[in-house]
């Protein structure tokens, strides 16, 4: 099989996970019910997909179709 196609479908299910990841931590993080260490996790959480974020347009295949 083509490595591109699997490429952009390993980007696609990163991308995916960070979008999910973040919007999961940021509810979290609305309700208001965490401890100090859970609230600083989901903050790391939401740093952590924003950096891949950042990055997507690095990976591997991107921009070949």
């Known amino acids: ?13 990163i991308l995916y996970h960070s979008v999910i990841g973040a919007s999961m931590a ?4 609305n309700l208001g019910e965490l ?5 600083e ?3 790391g959480v939401i740093l ?7 990055q997507a347009s690095t990976f591997p295949g991107v921009g070949l179709a």
């Open 35 to 39: 401890s100090r260490s859970e609230r």
């Open 48 to 54: 952590e997909c924003e950096e891949v974020f950042l």
């Open 1 to 13: 099989m083509n490595p591109v196609f699997f490429d952009s479908i390993e980007n696609m299910v």
């Open 26 to 29: 940021q509810n979290d993080l």
């Open 41 to 43: 996790h989901r903050k």
